[in-house]
């Protein structure tokens, strides 16, 4: 499959010596990436419409750099709000950039932006396209709850139950995969609500919105 680096999240912090990332933990959906010379931690879950990256609080302080080989043209706090920047790219990508304090100290230029001084959750979506007006509104809902593992149960039989660990505040947001979908529907008795005007596509099909 052909790879394109829209985005490329890093950290540097200039007094530390750079040291490899580890693996902390995983789980059957889940992969923990530290990055400790930069205080950086990715919650890498799978079906999360979200990057997820915590950053530590820290005396030095580590420099954020988001990086496109596009073009950035504009980056703005959206309604005046320093929790939330919207950045578009001129191959006509729209990406959403969340935070769990304000984000004071951003500059960028037409190949990267720069966050320093912040300590704190990140989380970063791309916008579907114009096809789902509703996209944006229904990151905007679900951004302050993030997972950090999860696991598929098979314990009952002729089933199998996802479980999800989450922080933050809130209902937990995710994206289910076209078969998951479908049995979704099929299950009256399911407490999970399906959100139609979220959809990414996918090499199986479109991943919908799910909350549960």
């Known amino acids: 499959q052909a790879f394109t680096a829209d985005l490329t999240i890093s950290g540097d912090t200039p007094t530390q010596?750079?040291?490899?990332?580890l693996i902390t933990s995983y789980s059957d959906l889940s992969v923990t990436l530290d990055f400790p010379s930069s205080n950086l931690r990715f919650f890498l879950v799978r079906g999360s419409p979200f990057v997820t990256c915590s950053v530590a609080d820290n005396k030095n302080k580590?420099?954020?750099?988001?990086?496109?080989?596009?073009?950035?043209?504009?980056?703005?706090?959206?309604?005046?709000?320093?929790?939330?920047?919207t950045v578009k790219l001129n191959n006509n990508q729209t990406w959403l950039i969340y935070s769990s304090s304000p984000i004071v100290n951003l500059t960028y230029t037409p190949s990267s932006i720069s966050i320093a001084g912040f300590s704190g959750i990140l989380r970063i979506a791309v916008l579907p396209d114009e096809s789902y007006p509703d996209s944006e509104s229904i990151l905007d809902r679900f951004s302050p709850c993030y997972?950090?593992?999860?696991?598929?149960?098979?314990?009952?039989?002729?089933?199998v139950q996802y479980k999800w660990e989450k922080k933050g505040w809130g209902d937990l947001l995710m994206l289910a995969h076209p078969l998951r979908h479908k049995l979704l529907y099929a299950d009256v008795d399911s407490d999970v609500t399906i959100l139609d005007g979220l959809k990414y596509r996918s090499m199986d099909g479109e991943l919908v919105a799910v909350v549960g």
Do not use: E, R, W
Not at 17 to 21: F, I, V
């Open 62 to 85: 580590t420099l954020i750099s988001i990086s496109t080989i596009h073009a950035i043209l504009s980056c703005s706090p959206t309604s005046n709000s320093v929790n939330k920047y």
């Open 17 to 21: 010596n750079q040291s490899s990332h």
């Open 147 to 159: 997972p950090i593992s999860g696991v598929a149960d098979f314990t009952k039989p002729f089933s």
